[in-house]
Structures are given as structure tokens and as C-alpha cells.
């Protein structure tokens, strides 16, 4: 069993940043230390949308709207991912999502991964 809950988010104008953070919990400490994490976003209207993963070795992948303004980092040491985000836009208005651990047997995207937190609202303002 693994539990995720995300924190740091809130309100910023734009051209500010705000870093999120997600604390993951196990039975076991090592479920997590095989698995990838990520950091979703969903805004009114739209589907969930993939911001930045991380995979179980380090390796980042990115959204086209997250390069150059969104870092992903992993401190496995305290069970914690985070996310920080420069450079704001309106457009970045959502409420963001941790999940962990990829299912196996195909390109699942969002569906893909098992465990997830109960989100974080980011408002960013003109």
C-alpha cells in the first residue's frame, strides 16, 4: 500500500514560481525505490495531461509546456518528489496530481500508473 499527498500549492501572478511537493508513504520502505513517479495536471475541461516524470533511476522526461520553466527531483532519502515551477503562466491554472509506479503492458499514459494523491490546486494569475 502506498500513500502519496501533495503539498505547496496555492496562488501566484504570473512570471512567479511555486514549488510543489509530494510525500509518499509505504508499508514497505522500498515498494517506491523500483518505480516512477510523475507529476500530472488537470485544468476544468480538459483531460489529465502529463507535466514531468521521473523514472526509478533518475531519467526525466518533460511536457513541451514544462521545458525550460518546470524541474521535477526525486529525494529518495525522504520519500519526497517535487516539482518546481518558474516562470507561471495563466495557463498553468490546475490541479496538479503525484502518481507513482507504472503498470507493464503498453503505453497506458495517465491509466499506466497505480497510485496517486489527492492533487494540489495551482491558480496563477495575470
Known amino acids: 500500500q502506498v500513500q502519496l499527498v501533495e503539498s505547496g500549492g496555492g496562488s501566484a501572478q504570473a512570471g512567479g514560481s511555486l514549488k510543489l511537493s509530494c510525500a509518499a508513504s509505504?508499508?514497505?520502505?522500498?515498494?517506491?525505490?523500483?518505480?516512477?513517479m510523475a507529476w500530472y495536471r488537470q485544468a476544468p475541461g480538459k483531460e489529465r495531461e502529463l507535466v514531468s516524470r521521473i523514472g526509478s533511476a533518475g531519467t526525466i522526461s518533460n511536457a513541451d509546456s514544462a521545458k525550460g520553466r518546470f524541474t521535477i527531483s526525486r529525494d529518495k532519502s525522504k520519500n519526497t518528489l517535487y516539482l518546481q515551477m518558474n516562470s507561471l503562466k495563466t495557463e498553468d491554472t490546475a490541479m496538479y496530481y503525484c502518481a507513482a509506479c507504472y503498470s507493464t503492458g503498453g503505453d497506458l499514459g495517465y491509466m499506466g500508473y497505480t497510485y496517486w494523491g489527492q492533487g494540489t490546486q495551482v491558480t496563477v494569475s495575470s
Open positions: 509505504a508499508a514497505s520502505p522500498y515498494i517506491l525505490s523500483g518505480c516512477a
